[in-house]
């Protein structure tokens, strides 16, 4: 007997002390396809993945998964049954290596020993099946957040599910993985695994996406064919009003030079990076992963040792060691690692936001500053949380990110540094947080701006820096500006001089 879905939940209700996160939804997956769900931040979406696979069984509702009614009481229940799941925040064991991570809770033994070797070669035969270049034996903690997200994917792929769950996988890739993961998913279709792919990437959902079901609030609003949808209905069915999803870049008078970076080198990861930032300005940054970009702004900011180089404010040399430094001195960094560097789970919203301020608060602290402070920024970022004093490992993933982008505007920084910023947020919200960071670039702030999104980094930037394993290729004038351009320049091999202006990376 040929089934028609396999995977059929119905009137799905999820209450959480005070939240009602699921109000009686439903979800209907074929096999071999890829079924996306959508909506905004704080919709439902995680929430529903969770119930279906047992990490929060749900209050009431029916699920029916390969012909019969399940109710998975944990994850391993759910594996076991071939449903696997790639989360949104990613929660690896950072001490131990990438074969570790890969076959934890399932480790080959010999005897009464761990089998490393064949742990080791299973997770070659995996990585070289989907075309992956991670070496087995690295700590996971010394991977970029790009190639942890694909060990997480490689790791769901290899337990060989009907049903593969994936929760913003692409958030931390760049356009390369991407293109990598879209050919794994088509792989999984051939061999008739359902997927359900979250994401609030517009481009990446009318690619690969053959089912979409929207979310609103909690609610079901719709399930339909992809071809049936475009870009504005999907918004209006979403959010319930119209959005444009443009990048308001707000021209604004570029001043005197605020940063200056010479020759800075951090190991192997930045190699004499260097630029200068002015004042009003928004200066982007591009690269593919291992670009650099990132390990940039963390030697900036202190969180990296500095191996050579040297960094200037308003023409005074800084001799930043740690982030603390970094605030003092008035540059804020907005992480791209959530989860690692971002976030405090058990702490409020509240203390999440001040938690880098807290010197602007006195002693004792004023909490009722702290509070109104924080209330400002939640209804600015039009934050979804129950109140301010929720702990922010409560919220939904792009709720997170705004309470760490309020966090990073509160040090009232006079260089902003933001890496991803708009990662996990959903289409409403994105042209706020864009307005937001052309407001301070307006107030004679200087931004720096990590993307991996095109249309982001070329929308806000005045120039982008573009870089490659460490090296900066090149500093491109917004009237230069190309996406291919961009890319060559993401590929090249040949150190840009920054007072030279750039040639064409193929010549
Ligand atoms: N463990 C929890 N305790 C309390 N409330 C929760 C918990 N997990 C989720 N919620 C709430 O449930 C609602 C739905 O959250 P969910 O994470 O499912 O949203 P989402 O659609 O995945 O959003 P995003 O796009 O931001 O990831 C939110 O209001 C959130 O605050
Ligand atoms: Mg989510």
């Not at 005070?18 to 209907?28: F, I, P, T």
């Not at 356009?175 to 979250?198: G, P």
């Not at 670039?441 to 070329?458: C, H, L, Q, W, Y």
């Amino acid at each position: 007997m040929s089934q028609e879905y396999i995977l059929e939940m119905t009137d799905i209700v999820k209450e959480f002390p005070g939240v009602r996160a699921l109000k009686g939804v439903q979800l209907k997956v074929r096999p071999g396809r890829v079924h996306t769900l959508m909506g905004e931040n704080g919709a439902g979406k995680s929430t529903l993945m969770k119930c279906l696979i047992g990490i929060h069984p749900p209050t009431s509702g029916r699920i029916v998964y390969d012909g019969r009614e399940v109710c998975f009481k944990n994850t391993h229940e759910a594996l076991n049954a071939g449903i696997s799941m790639i989360h949104q925040e990613l929660s690896p064991v950072p001490e131990r290596s990438v074969a570790e991570n890969l076959w934890l809770g399932r480790v080959p033994v010999k005897g009464i020993r761990v089998d490393h070797k064949k742990m080791r070669e299973d997770s070659f035969k995996l990585f070289k099946s989907l075309g992956l270049d991670v070496n087995p034996d690295e700590k996971m903690g010394n991977l970029t957040v790009a190639k942890m997200q694909m060990v997480e994917i490689a790791k769901a792929v290899s337990y060989d599910s009907k049903i593969v769950i994936m929760d913003e996988p692409t958030s931390s890739l760049t356009e390369t993985e991407v293109e990598h993961l879209f050919r794994i998913i088509e792989d999984l279709k051939k061999k008739n695994v359902a997927v359900i792919y979250i994401s609030h990437k517009m481009d990446e959902i009318f690619r690969i996406s053959d089912d979409i079901t929207v979310f609103r609030d909690g609610e079901y609003v719709c399930t339909d064919a992809a071809k049936n949808l475009t870009v504005d209905k999907l918004i209006t069915l979403m959010v319930g009003r119209e959005v444009t999803e443009m990048f308001p870049k707000v021209e604004c008078p570029i001043g005197e030079t605020i940063l200056k970076v010479e020759n800075l080198s951090a190991g192997r990861a930045v190699k004499n990076v260097s630029f200068e930032l002015h004042r009003g300005e928004i200066l982007g940054m591009a690269g593919l992963v291992g670009a650099g970009r990132t390990e940039t702004a963390e030697t900036i900011f202190g969180l990296r040792t500095k191996t050579g180089g040297k960094i200037y404010k308003d023409g005074v040399e800084l001799n930043i060691r740690s982030p603390e430094d970094a605030i003092k001195n008035g540059i804020a960094l907005l992480t791209e690692d959530r989860r690692g560097k971002g976030i405090v789970g058990l702490l409020s919203i509240t203390d999440n936001t001040t938690i880098a301020s807290l010197k602007d608060y006195g002693f004792p602290l004023n909490h009722n500053k702290m509070r109104a402070d924080t209330e400002d920024y939640v209804a600015k970022l039009n934050t979804k949380t129950p109140s301010i004093a929720t702990q922010i490992q409560n919220l939904s993933g792009g709720n997170q990110q705004k309470v760490l982008v309020g966090r990073s505007l509160l040090t009232n920084p006079d260089i902003l540094i933001v890496d991803e910023p708009t990662r996990g947020i959903d289409v409403g919200a994105k042209a706020e947080i864009h307005a937001l960071i052309s407001k301070l670039a307006g107030e004679g702030k200087g931004i720096i701006m990590i993307s991996s999104e095109m249309p982001e980094v070329m929308g806000m930037s005045d120039r982008i820096v573009v870089m490659h394993e460490g090296v900066m290729t090149a500093i491109l004038d917004r009237k230069d500006f190309s996406s291919e351009l961009i890319l060559e320049y993401a590929t090249s091999d040949i150190p840009c001089d920054p007072d030279v202006p750039p040639t064409d990376p193929g010549r």
